[in-house]
Nanobody, 122 residues
């Protein structure tokens, strides 16, 4: 059973940085993608970033390109989201997710963490 636990959220000012962590359970994730999503008050949950555990290939939503970086530590089964130049618009609950990579299929996420709050003041 896969379990994901996020940490690293907090209250910061615009322009500051935060690094979110997502610790996964002990199974291997070689055939998985890990993703970060966020949900702001009154809005739908939004895709933020994705990384292939095996290859390290990444992709991002346009609004965070150049500011956020997703990475993983294979030995620790941990994925990170480095967030720089934070804006008030980044305020949301951030969720870590994991799902198997299936060739020729769109990425789906089967497992989710509990979320961590990020608040950016102006």
């Amino acid at each position: 059973q896969v379990q994901l636990v996020e940490s690293g959220g907090g209250l910061v000012q615009a322009g500051d940085s935060l690094r979110l962590s997502c610790a996964a359970s002990g199974r291997t994730f070689a055939n998985y993608a890990m993703g970060w999503f966020r949900q702001a008050p009154g809005k739908e949950r939004e895709f933020v970033a994705r990384i292939s555990w095996r290859s390290g290939r990444t992709n991002y939503v346009d609004s965070v390109k150049g500011r956020f970086t997703i990475s993983r530590d294979n030995a620790k089964n941990t994925v990170y989201l480095q967030m720089n130049s934070l804006k008030p618009e980044d305020t949301a609950v951030y969720y870590c997710a994991a799902g198997r990579i299936v060739p020729m299929k769109a990425q789906v996420y089967e497992y989710w963490g509990q979320g961590t709050q990020v608040t950016v003041s102006s």
